[in-house]
């Protein structure tokens, strides 16, 4: 009869909407208090202060952290990306124990053992740059809190590992990594790159091709 029928749910949006949007947030709340208690029950015995070391042989540790790491995953790829960019990520890493001033720019999504983490003021973490607190040494994992010092610049694909410093006001480039033995006494201003980390401040040629490879921690 050429008429046309229009379905209409039995609920208006608005009033789902306003039903769902609280369940969620309890939902996403209780999610994060719940991954925050099992974030302190699988770290707190590492002091930040001085590296401690988990030895692999440790059982119940390896499920445990494990574990954990599987859940920081789904975080940096579900919840972070809404998130950076944006004060939230901040509020966001400060909720899981990460010291982060407030005014740094975080622009990554990854960021392992938050707890571990000290990001100064005026800092810009940009596109994943990869974060974390922990790094394997012969064998063994080691646990140890990682700087970033005011004003620093975390290019994209950087990598920082536990125990790292990066120094105030410098840049640190793409896929470059401080290693061990970096200095603490660059110059504001300085521009590392490479794996582990050089002074190429006024060479830019040759860090545009150290920026394209990457290897393992330094």
């Known amino acids: 009869d050429g008429t046309v029928t229009v379905w209409r749910p039995p609920v208006p949006r608005t009033v789902a909407l306003l039903l769902v949007g609280p369940i969620a947030l309890v939902a996403f709340a209780s999610m994060a208090v719940v991954f925050r208690a099992w974030q302190w029950a699988v770290l707190r015995d590492f002091s930040g202060a001085q590296a401690d070391v988990a030895p692999t042989s440790a ?87 990682k700087h970033v010092g005011r004003g620093a610049i975390l290019h994209p694909l950087s990598i920082t590992w536990a125990g790292d410093s990066v120094p105030t006001d410098v840049i640190l480039g793409p896929r470059g990594q401080l290693g061990r033995d970096a200095s603490s006494d660059y110059a504001p201003g300085t521009y590392l790159q490479g794996c582990p980390a050089q002074d190429f401040t006024l060479d830019y040629s040759n860090a545009l091709k150290m920026s394209r490879s990457v290897g393992p921690p330094c």
């Open 59 to 145: 059982m119940w540790f390896n499920f445990a952290y494990m574990d954990y790491q599987e859940s920081v995953v789904i975080v940096n790829k579900f919840v972070m990306p809404l998130l950076r960019g944006s004060r939230l990520a901040n509020l966001y890493l400060r909720f899981f124990g990460a010291d982060v001033a407030a005014n740094a720019f975080v622009n990554s999504s990854y960021f392992y053992d938050p707890p571990l983490l000290k990001i100064g003021a005026d800092t810009v973490i940009d596109d994943k740059s990869v974060n974390v607190g922990h790094v394997l040494e012969n064998g063994r994992l080691v646990f140890s809190e």
